[in-house]
């Protein structure tokens, strides 16, 4: 069986969650981790190569997973690997989405590749749930709550503020909030006021406190307008206490099938790695991407484009009779 040949772009927490991922998917190969430092500089036994000799292998690469942060890496790395490349990213900018779709299709489908973006958890699984139990129960109020957990894009967009060493961001959801919609009761939400952001930050020497707070504080698209806490800590107490990355979430749906029958529909996610899980979903959707591709199913996909079946390393008679 030829495997598909995977390129990973990026070696941070994502990176190397998919570097592990990919051992557990008998149909795939990792070809290379492609990083913009010195490629000897990596410690992996997987080939590293420099991202600026990527084009290189343009035929030898079946999809490439961006692994790079949602504020800076992927916006530019997309447009720019997209016309060489199949490609699938965890873009997760929520405001920014739409537009970013548009980008990556138009180049996409001018240089006949599949770009398949906003694969994660939220946006992605959690988009899918979001939509499936409003079409199921048409009315009804529907509630997205994270954590309690850390957030690898927010922690990232933390620590490229000037100033900072080290910094981490925990979302903390409102578990009255959650039992209230859990038993049926209306309530008045929004994701800021569901949510508190703690943030924990090393400073580096010398750096202002009180203005590194405050850019994180008002940073758009991931604090403000949150309920957001910042702490100094030492190097220390960061390293002892913040290396782990658990997370998770839930959806609910309040809904009704008749004026007097309701109906709550629910799924949630604990998970012990967040870039663990978030990189095994990646590497199940370039499975998908890479067969659209064969299918000349050329363009940009979100999680609502793409048949599930595809997903999957069954074939469609094995799903059939084992897993439906």
Same mark, same amino acid.
């Given at each position: 069986?030829?495997?598909?040949?995977?390129?990973?772009?990026?070696?941070?927490?994502?990176?190397?969650?998919i570097?592990?991922?990919?051992?557990?998917?008998?149909d795939?190969?990792?070809?290379?981790?492609?990083?913009?430092?010195?490629?000897?500089?990596?410690?992996?036994?997987?080939?590293?190569?420099?991202?600026?000799?990527?084009?290189?292998?343009?035929? !030898?690469?079946?999809v490439?997973?961006?692994a790079?942060?949602?504020?800076? *890496?992927i916006?530019?790395?997309?447009p720019?690997?997209?016309?060489?490349?199949?490609?699938?990213?965890?873009?997760?900018?929520?405001?920014?989405?739409?537009?970013?779709?548009?980008?990556?299709?138009?180049?996409?489908?001018?240089?006949?590749?599949?770009s398949?973006?906003?694969?994660?958890?939220?946006?992605?699984?959690?988009?899918?749930?979001?939509?499936?139990? !409003?079409?199921?129960?048409?009315?009804?109020?529907?509630?997205t709550?994270?954590?309690?957990?850390?957030?690898?894009?927010?922690?990232?967009?933390?620590?490229?503020?000037?100033?900072?060493?080290?910094?981490?961001?925990?979302?903390?959801? *409102?578990?009255?909030?959650?039992?209230?919609?859990?038993a049926?009761?209306?309530? !008045?939400?929004?994701?800021?006021?569901?949510?508190?952001?703690?943030v924990?930050?090393?400073?580096?020497?010398?750096?202002?406190?009180?203005?590194?707070?405050?850019?994180?504080?008002?940073?758009?698209?991931?604090?403000?307008?949150?309920?957001?806490?910042?702490?100094?800590?030492?190097?220390?107490?960061?390293?002892?206490?913040?290396?782990?990355?658990?997370?998770?979430?839930?959806?609910?749906?309040?809904?009704?099938?008749?004026?007097?029958?309701?109906?709550?529909?629910?799924?949630?996610?604990?998970?012990?790695?967040?870039?663990?899980?978030?990189?095994?979903?990646?590497?199940?959707?370039?499975?998908?991407?890479?067969?659209l591709?064969?299918a000349?199913?050329?363009?940009?996909?979100t999680?609502?484009?793409?048949?599930?079946?595809?997903?999957?390393?069954?074939?469609?008679?094995?799903l059939?009779?084992?897993?439906?």
């Amino acid at each position: 069986m030829t495997k598909i040949k995977i390129g990973i772009v990026g070696y941070g927490n994502l990176g190397r969650g998919i570097e592990t991922a990919l051992t557990n998917s008998s149909d795939m190969e990792l070809f290379a981790i492609f990083t913009r430092r010195d490629p000897q500089t990596l410690v992996s036994d997987s080939r590293v190569e420099s991202y600026d000799d990527l084009i290189k292998f343009k035929n !030898e690469i079946d999809v490439l997973i961006l692994a790079g942060g949602s504020q800076k *890496d992927i916006p530019q790395q997309g447009p720019e690997l997209a016309a060489n490349f199949n490609t699938v990213d965890c873009f997760d900018t929520h405001s920014a989405i739409a537009d970013y779709f548009a980008e990556m299709n138009h180049i996409a489908l001018k240089y006949k590749h599949v770009s398949t973006i906003a694969i994660g958890w939220d946006p992605g699984l959690f988009s899918l749930q979001r939509m499936i139990s !409003e079409a199921i129960l048409p009315i009804g109020n529907t509630y997205t709550f994270w954590g309690k957990g850390l957030s690898q894009g927010h922690s990232d967009a933390v620590r490229r503020v000037p100033g900072v060493k080290n910094g981490v961001q925990y979302t903390i959801p *409102d578990q009255a909030m959650i039992s209230e919609i859990k038993a049926g009761i209306a309530v !008045e939400y929004s994701s800021a006021k569901a949510h508190q952001r703690v943030v924990y930050v090393v400073a580096e020497p010398d750096a202002d406190q009180n203005e590194i707070a405050a850019q994180i504080k008002n940073m758009p698209d991931y604090f403000a307008p949150y309920q957001t806490e910042v702490n100094f800590i030492s190097q220390a107490e960061f390293l002892q206490n913040h290396q782990g990355m658990p997370h998770g979430g839930t959806v609910i749906r309040q809904g009704e099938t008749s004026p007097e029958t309701k109906a709550i529909f629910e799924f949630n996610l604990k998970l012990d790695s967040n870039p663990q899980y978030t990189a095994a979903i990646s590497v199940a959707f370039a499975r998908a991407t890479y067969r659209l591709f064969k299918a000349e199913q050329y363009g940009a996909k979100t999680i609502f484009d793409i048949p599930l079946g595809l997903l999957s390393n069954r074939d469609s008679e094995d799903l059939l009779n084992n897993i439906i």
